[in-house]
C-alpha cells in the first residue's frame, strides 16, 4: 500500500510517492478540501488519519498533521486519542491508564500536551519516516 | 472509413475519466484501491493552478 501524487507540469506529470509500508495496515478512505488531503485507517481497535496539504513552493504534499484514536489492549489501557501537528511539534493527548500492575496510575486518564523539536519537515515521499517518528511518540 | 472516423469520435467524446498521462504514472504492478462501495480511492484536483488535473490516491499492488 502507498499513498501516490502525480503533479502536472511543463514536461508532463511529475509522480511522487514513497516505499512499502511494511508495518502499517495504511489507509482506505480519502477525503480532499481545497489543497488539503485527510487519508484514513480504520483498523479493529484504531482509526487513524493523516493529514496532507499541498506546497506550491515545494511542488509536493506536506504531512501536516496526525490523528488518532484508539481503544487500547484488552483491558483498554492506553486507549485514548493523540494528535500531532507535524509543522509545530505540539502532540496532545488523552490516555485512559487500566494497567494493574501499575496501582499508582490505574483507572486514571492523563491529559497531555507536548512540544517536540521536528527532525524536518515530512512531505509524501517520507511517509514512512514520519509514521516510524509518530511510533516513537505515541507509545511513550 | 467513415465508421472508423465515427469510432474515433466516439472514443474522444467519451474520453478517459483522467489523463492518460497522469494515470500512466502509477509504479509498476499498482492499480488505485477502491474503497468498500467499489469508488476509487483517489482525488483528481487542480493542486498547483495549472489548470491540469492532478491525481492523489491510495495504490496497491496488483489488480
Redesign the interface.
Known amino acids: 500500500m502507498r499513498l501516490f501524487a502525480a503533479i502536472s507540469g511543463p514536461k508532463g506529470y511529475r509522480s511522487i510517492t514513497h516505499g512499502d509500508l511494511e508495518y502499517l495496515d495504511c489507509c482506505n478512505r480519502i477525503e480532499q478540501k481545497g489543497a488539503v488531503i485527510k487519508v484514513y485507517s480504520n483498523g479493529m481497535r484504531y482509526f487513524e488519519n493523516y493529514t496532507f496539504r499541498y506546497n506550491k513552493t515545494t511542488s509536493t504534499f506536506d504531512f501536516i498533521g496526525y490523528d488518532n484514536e484508539s481503544f487500547g489492549n484488552a483491558v483498554n489501557d492506553g486507549a485514548g486519542t493523540h494528535s500531532i501537528n507535524m509543522l509545530t511539534g505540539t502532540h496532545i493527548g488523552h490516555i485512559y491508564h487500566a494497567d494493574r500492575n501499575n496501582p499508582e496510575t490505574e483507572g486514571q486518564a492523563e491529559d497531555f500536551t507536548r512540544k517536540y523539536k521536528m527532525p524536518k519537515r515530512f512531505t509524501l515521499s517520507d511517509f514512512p519516516a514520519a509514521m516510524k517518528w509518530i511510533e516513537g511518540k505515541v507509545t511513550q | 472509413m467513415k465508421m472508423l472516423h465515427t469510432l474515433l469520435a466516439l472514443f474522444f467524446l467519451s474520453g478517459p475519466s483522467f489523463?492518460a498521462?497522469?494515470?500512466?504514472?502509477?509504479?509498476a504492478g499498482?492499480t488505485v484501491?477502491q474503497?468498500?462501495d467499489g469508488k476509487k480511492?483517489?482525488?483528481r484536483?487542480d493542486?498547483?493552478?495549472?489548470g491540469?488535473?492532478?491525481?492523489?490516491?491510495?495504490?496497491?499492488k496488483g489488480s
Open positions: 489523463p498521462s497522469a494515470q500512466g504514472t502509477l509504479p499498482y484501491q474503497d468498500q480511492n483517489e482525488i484536483a493542486f498547483n493552478g495549472d491540469k488535473q492532478d491525481l492523489f490516491a491510495i495504490i496497491q
